[in-house]
């Protein structure tokens, strides 16, 4: 069973900054691609940031400049930091995980659970 878990979704005040970071867990052969995405009410999941493993970055061009993904494979763990967050950046945020596993040996897509992120004076 693969386990992804974030953390790190608060209230913060726009301008300010925030870490999130998710921890993948369980019978893991290797991870591809990491990513985070965000779904605010009423609205679709969308991309923010993608990383492969080898640490090629892609970016939503909304959060180009203010947020950065990295990833420390040692640890199967995949960051977000986000800084000037606005207010247009409040949503759950989501982390994904493309796999492979002991189970299936075949290439998945996992998600987390989502945590949430405020943005408000």
């Known amino acids: 069973q693969v386990q992804l878990v974030e953390s790190g979704g608060d209230l913060v005040q726009p301008g300010g900054s925030l870490r999130l970071s998710c921890a993948a867990s369980?019978?893991?052969?290797?991870?591809?691609?990491m990513g985070w995405y965000r779904q605010a009410p009423g609205k679709q999941r969308e991309l923010v940031a993608t990383i492969t493993s080898s640490g090629n970055t892609n970016y939503d061009d909304s959060v180009k400049g203010r947020f950065t993904i990295s990833r420390d494979n040692a640890k199967n763990t995949v960051y977000l930091q986000m800084n000037r967050l606005k207010p247009e950046d409040p949503a759950v945020y989501y982390c994904?995980?493309?796999?492979?596993?002991?189970?299936?040996?075949?290439?998945?897509?996992?998600w987390g659970k989502g945590t949430l992120v405020t943005v408000s004076s």
């Open positions: 369980g019978r893991i052969v290797s991870i591809n691609a």
């Open positions: 994904n995980a493309n796999l492979r596993t002991v189970a299936t040996m075949a290439r998945m897509d996992y």
